[in-house]
Structure formats: structure tokens, C-alpha cells
């Protein structure tokens, strides 16, 4: 079954400690990417990549970290979470970024920092 | 970043009526996507516009690329009650350096009443 995973779905944590959000595609997609949804706000483009090794921002970057080692996985990395960054988390991937059929969305992460 | 202009915020409607809105902007898209988002879900896409003046049917949605590349609307004909959920539209913007940026509206919260 074709999908994207995350894991944590939920998440805890205080601030200044350092947490990573795992995102997983299963079908070979080349695009992935990363987004925040705020109530009111809609969601914000954090970062996205194009491929393995190939990562850039998108609209809101500060305070988070990314990396693409394997064409599978996108992991967020958040190195010293901040309560601004409580909010709900998606990623996505599709075959490339012109191909938007082809786009899945995770399930999302829910991250409260206290 | 680009700002996209979503409207309207919410909408109640009868079962029924068709329902209208739109997303406007500032600056020119080469891709506009219309997403549904249903509670406790990621967003999934509705339909996808890549040329201006497309005009383009999804069952009972319809959706189109304004002439300008500044504009998008959706259009949802004899609205049923599955039709609730938050409505996005989101505009591609294809950055100098051959990358990709994906940029969302605000939402649309769409009630049904039966």
C-alpha cells in the first residue's frame, strides 16, 4: 500500500531538548517535504527537497533542520524546540513537484513544547 | 514569503446549494491545486491547474487557472454532507533556480447542513 508515515503521531516535550519527527514514503518519490498547520494560518511550507541530498527552504525554516541521506526518508529535525513550534506537522512526498497527483500525505505529528 | 487570499473563511450551506470559493494573489503561480482536509487527516488533493484559463472537472468539483496566474476558484455543485471539512488552495511557484516552493491559503471551513 502506497503511503507516507510519520512517527512520533504525538509528541510531548520541554523546551531546548532536541526531538526528530520521522517521515517515510514507500514509493519511490523523488519530491518530499515538510509543513506546519496553525489554526488560522493554513499550512506553511517548512522546508522540501528535491532529492537525496538536494533540500531548500520553504516559508517559515528557522528552527528546524532537515536531511535527505536516503530517497525514502525526511526527517525534521528540531535542535532546540521552542514553545512558538507546538503545532501540527505533515509531510508529503510526490514523484517530482510538477506530478502533484502523485502526492500523499502523512498523517501528521502532533508537537506540544512546554 | 508569497500570500495567498482565501475566501471565504467559512461557509454554512444547505445540502444541496452549490458553494463557490476562491484564492487571489499578489504574485503569479504556475500551478494552482485545490485540497480537502477532513479532521484528524492530512490534506488530499482535489484537482490540479497547470496552465491559465484551465478550466477543470472533478466530479462534482470544478476548479480554474485565472487568466492573470494571480487568481483560482473551486466550485462544489448540489453540496452533500460528506462535503464538510477545510478546503485549501495553494499556488506552485517555480523559483530561478529550477526548485519548487508550494504555498497554501488559509482554508475554507465548509458545513453542510442536511
Known amino acids: 500500500e502506497a503511503q507516507v508515515t510519520q512517527n512520533p503521531r504525538y509528541l510531548i516535550t520541554v523546551t531546548g531538548k532536541k526531538l526528530t519527527v520521522t517521515c517515510s514514503q514507500n514509493m519511490n518519490h523523488e519530491y518530499m517535504s515538510w509543513y506546519r498547520q496553525d489554526p488560522g494560518l493554513g499550512l506553511r511550507q517548512i522546508y522540501y527537497?528535491?532529492?537525496?541530498?538536494?533540500?531548500d527552504k520553504g516559508d517559515v525554516p528557522e528552527g528546524y533542520k532537515v536531511s535527505r541521506k536516503e530517497k525514502r526518508n525526511f526527517p525534521l529535525i528540531l535542535e532546540s524546540p521552542s514553545p512558538n513550534q507546538t503545532s501540527l506537522y505533515f509531510c508529503a512526498s510526490s514523484f517530482v513537484s510538477g506530478v502533484w497527483e502523485t502526492q500523499y500525505f502523512g498523517p501528521g505529528t502532533r508537537l506540544l513544547v512546554l | 514569503g508569497q500570500q495567498l487570499n482565501q475566501s471565504p473563511q467559512s461557509m454554512f450551506i444547505q445540502e444541496g446549494e452549490d458553494v463557490s470559493m476562491n484564492c487571489t494573489s499578489s504574485s503569479i503561480f504556475n500551478t494552482w491545486l485545490w485540497y480537502k482536509q477532513d479532521p484528524g487527516e492530512g490534506p488530499v488533493l482535489l484537482i490540479a491547474l497547470y496552465k491559465a484559463g484551465e478550466l477543470t472537472s472533478n466530479g462534482r468539483l470544478t476548479a480554474q487557472f485565472g487568466i492573470t496566474r494571480k487568481d483560482s476558484f473551486l466550485n462544489i455543485s448540489a453540496s452533500i454532507p460528506s462535503d464538510v471539512g477545510i478546503y485549501f488552495c495553494?499556488?506552485?511557484?517555480?523559483?530561478?533556480?529550477?526548485?519548487?516552493?508550494?504555498?497554501f491559503g488559509k482554508g475554507t471551513k465548509l458545513s453542510v447542513i442536511p
Open positions: 527537497s528535491m532529492n537525496v541530498e538536494v533540500t
Open positions: 495553494a499556488g506552485q511557484l517555480r523559483s530561478g533556480a529550477g526548485s519548487y516552493q508550494l504555498t
